[in-house]
Nanobody
Framework: VQLQASGGGLVQAGGSLRLSCVAS????????VGWFRQAPGKEREFVAS????????DYADVLKGRFTISRDNAKNTAYLQMNSLKPEDTAVYYC????????????????WGQGTQVTVSS
């Protein structure tokens, strides 16, 4: 499966963005999806994940209540709604997919998108 992340940009603190991850090539509804982010000089970190059906989600503890992951299998797309953005949310955001639900495990994802830059100004 090929993944294309988009929706990043420059936003002021307190603002919102919605990232999209469009999949092509295989049956998207068979894949669990995760969002990760990597800030300059830091390791890639888990943001959120969702099962293939969308019935279960998980979030990094520090992001609960501000970020929401969802998916529309009819559109082969997963989303990450980000609200109340903070400067520390600045990073490149990546979506990833796996046939087996991998949750927070970066190594469990077989397919990765190219990343989309999110910059939050103070």
């Amino acid at each position: 499966v090929q993944l294309q992340a988009s929706g990043g940009g420059l936003v002021q603190a307190g603002g919102s963005l919605r990232l999209s991850c469009v999949a092509s090539g295989r049956t998207f509804s068979s894949y669990a999806v995760g969002w990760f982010r990597q800030a300059p000089g830091k390791e890639r970190e888990f943001v959120a994940s969702i099962t293939s059906s969308g019935s279960s989600t998980d979030y990094a503890d520090v992001l609960k209540g501000r970020f929401t992951i969802s998916r529309d299998n009819a559109k082969n797309t997963a989303y990450l709604q980000m609200n109340s953005l903070k400067p520390e949310d600045t990073a490149v955001y990546y979506c990833a997919a796996s046939l087996r639900y991998s949750g927070r495990d970066t190594g469990g994802y077989n397919y990765w998108g190219q990343g989309t830059q999110v910059t939050v100004s103070s």
